[in-house]
């Protein structure tokens, strides 16, 4: 009798994911009247909703030069910040790594890509734009930091997992440091290098568009202005153009990768449109 | 010299086709370009250039020494709501990633429209910044951490659903067919077939995307959202650097005490 009752039920349920439920839930009432999130702001929230929404549209594209411009210099930002932090996180990403690099290389870069990415790209923009005032510059600036740790950290972890025979091979007909790295381990993480790149390209263009929040250039200093004023059509206009370039950016990353790492031609672009896509998944 | 001059002319080798170099010479001309046009446009006030090493000294004089007396009034109340937000945030948008997930796995819905509609929801939820998702709640909502809490969630939904329904997709269709073949509900499939087979890959997703949410949730108090940003903000604009310097101190402890929390849950549980 015992035996055939012990095997009666075969998927044995353990108490452990009841108690954790009951927890979550403590925590969340808590959490909650903590932060006075109730249902009746959300039900007064809904009741906005609808106006909110009937004041966002129709986009109202009347400013369009103020738009583009903002958009420009996002994209100048971007682009400026991405050049920079790939030149910068090269040398520091390779002194980084552990199987190329004595002890005392490796932990100062370490420090560095670890202080690079300790603060979110807007926090570090606000102590830019104190340092060297309101404008693209500091957008350019923060958004390098944030490259900077971001590749450096990756390339690092892509340098520590490539195989020593290459780079034994070309230690041994007596090249110099450079030729092998050069020959040993840039041909092994070019393309996963190529997939930072473009991943980072992307990131910075979504960035770019929000710096301006604390005033260090590009569109979103016109959107937190527009959104301060109620200005709420052109706040929808201005939004729609950032997920319009933010498409479009993605779609140039994906094209970049497709040519670099699936070695496509431009005739397949216009041939088969859709590419194998490889992801990094955003953060 | 002489053997390779009479030897017989092979053709040249390329590693790549005359198309494939045509295309990567066209990337390296568009970059080129970019970096050139963008570095000749862009408006850099040297002034403000020139001032910059006395600013960053100005700057560091006016933020130590750090203030700590006010962590004890503002920081730590807000710091703590910084928590909340990313947790709660993070709950909620495991709540409402699971069915778009779900309806994005082809193998689950083999309904082509579904998944193609399920991935525009995660495709624009992703699209939008979470800095941008907190506007739209505080322009709903009002101020606060409500709108804070549901920036992080409708943010994190695209990434939280498409990393389970690739998981789904990625689940092995032997268990679920013997759980069929005996018969088995829907729900049964679900819970002893699909569940067990990305239950890890769903916590590590969970634990990836509150450690992000944490480091995202601290500035969103910079637009209303709630927070340790709304400090920190508060702060900015009363020029008060020494107390900016707490709070920047505080979000790097959290960040980090955050990152070790989720590698010690990782090793121990998944």
């Known amino acids: 009798m015992t035996t055939v009752a012990a095997s009666s039920d075969p998927f044995p349920r353990s108490v452990w994911p009841k108690v954790a439920g009951i927890l979550l839930a403590v925590y969340v009432i808590y959490a909650c009247a903590q932060m006075e999130i109730s249902w009746e702001r959300v039900e007064i929230g809904l009741h906005n909703a609808a106006h909110f929404f009937s004041r966002l549209f129709p986009p109202n594209f009347a400013r369009w030069e103020l738009l583009v411009k903002g ?62 005032g309101f404008g693209a510059l500091a957008g350019i600036l923060a958004l390098t930091v944030a490259s900077i740790g971001f590749i450096g950290k990756l390339f690092t972890e892509a340098i520590e997992e490539i195989s020593e025979k290459q780079v034994e091979a070309v230690r ?111 953060d | 010299m002489a053997y390779a001059a009479n030897a017989p002319a092979y053709p040249a080798w390329n590693r790549f086709t005359r198309g494939q170099r045509l295309a990567r010479f066209v990337v390296y001309l568009v970059i080129v370009a970019a970096i050139v046009v963008s570095a000749q446009s862009v408006e850099i006030i040297p002034e403000f250039l020139a ?6 000294a100005d700057l560091f004089a006016r933020m130590w020494p750090v203030d700590w007396s006010h962590y004890e009034g503002s920081v730590h109340s807000a710091l703590m709501e910084t928590i909340h937000i990313a947790s709660l945030g993070t709950l909620l948008a495991l709540l409402l990633a699971l069915p778009v997930g779900i309806l994005a796995a082809h193998n689950l819905v083999p309904f082509t429209p579904v998944n193609l509609l399920a991935k525009l929801i995660l495709v624009s939820s992703r699209s939008v910044n979470s800095l941008v998702w907190a506007l739209l709640f505080v322009g709903i909502f009002g101020p606060g951490a409500l709108a804070g809490t549901l920036a992080i969630a409708f943010r994190s939904i695209g990434f939280v659903g498409k990393l389970f329904g690739e998981a789904l997709e990625e689940a092995q269709a032997g ?96």
């Open chain 1, 71 to 132: 958009l420009l210099e996002s994209l100048q930002i971007a682009v400026l910040a991405s050049t920079l932090g790939i030149v910068l996180a090269l040398p520091i990403g390779l002194a980084a790594a552990r199987n190329l690099m004595p002890v005392w290389v490796t932990w100062p870069a370490r420090i560095v890509i670890v202080m690079a990415r300790s603060f979110h790209p807007v926090i570090v923009a606000i102590l830019f734009v104190k340092a060297v």
């Open chain 1, 172 to 282: 041994a007909t007596g090249a110099p440091f450079a030729s092998v790295l050069w020959f040993g381990v840039l041909p092994q993480v070019f393309s996963r290098f190529i997939g930072f790149a473009t991943y980072q390209l992307d990131s910075n263009l979504r960035n770019s568009t929000m710096v301006g929040i604390v005033g260090a250039g590009g569109i979103g200093g016109t959107l937190f202005a527009a959104f301060q004023r109620f200005d709420y059509d052109y706040v929808c206009a201005i939004l729609i153009s950032i997920i319009a370039l933010i498409m479009i950016g993605e779609l140039l990353a994906s094209a970049v990768r497709a040519i670099f790492i699936d070695n496509a031609t431009l005739r397949d672009f216009f041939r088969r449109g859709a590419t194998r896509e490889r992801h990094l998944e955003e």
């Open chain 2, 51 to 56: 001032d910059a090493p006395e600013q960053v």
């Open chain 2, 175 to 270: 268990p679920v067919e013997a759980l069929a073949a005996a018969g088995a509900p829907w729900t049964s499939r679900m819970t002893f077939g699909y569940w067990p087979q990305v239950r890890p890959a769903f916590w590590s997703i969970a634990l990836f995307r509150w450690d992000i949410n944490v480091r995202e949730s601290a500035v969103l108090g910079l637009v209303g959202a709630g927070g340790i940003g709304m400090a920190l903000d508060a702060a900015l604009n009363l020029f008060q650097w020494d107390r900016v310097a707490l709070i920047l101190i505080a979000i790097v402890i959290i960040v980090i005490v955050a990152e070790i929390v989720v590698t010690q849950v990782r090793k121990r549980v998944i």
